[in-house]
């Protein structure tokens, strides 16, 4: 499985960006499926996760409220929308395929890693 991770860029303190994450495979579609960051000088974080089926999710307490993720599994994509975006959201962002069929925020439960996609908020 290759995950192309994408839609990251440059936004203003309070901006909105959404994240894709593409599989090259449709088996993807049943495993649960994680995005992480990781910040400069900082350790390898979890964001958000969500179950093959789309109808459990779950993320960190940083982007509760402010980050939603959804799939769509006919596209084999994984999305990220996030909103009200702050500087300290500042990080290269990965897509996971997680090993079952639901999300973890361990990262050694995840398989196959994206490329990364970088997101910088100004202040």
């Known amino acids: 499985v290759q995950l192309q991770a994408s839609g990251g860029g440059l936004v203003q303190d309070g901006g909105s960006l959404r994240l894709s994450c593409a599989a090259s495979r449709r088996t993807s579609s049943n495993n649960g499926v994680g995005w992480f960051r990781q910040a400069p000088g900082k350790e390898r974080e979890f964001v958000a996760g969500?179950?093959?089926?789309?109808?459990?999710?779950t993320s960190s307490n940083s982007a509760k409220g402010r980050f939603t993720i959804s799939r769509d599994r006919a596209k084999n994509t994984v999305y990220l929308q996030m909103s009200s975006l702050k500087p300290e959201d500042t990080a290269v962002y990965y897509c996971?395929?997680?090993?079952?069929?639901?999300?973890?925020?361990?990262?050694?439960?995840?398989?196959?890693w994206g490329q990364g996609t970088l997101v910088t908020v100004s202040s």
């Open positions: 996971a395929v997680s090993r079952t069929s639901y999300s973890s925020p361990n990262d050694s439960q995840y398989t196959y």
């Open positions: 969500i179950s093959w089926n789309g109808a459990s999710t």
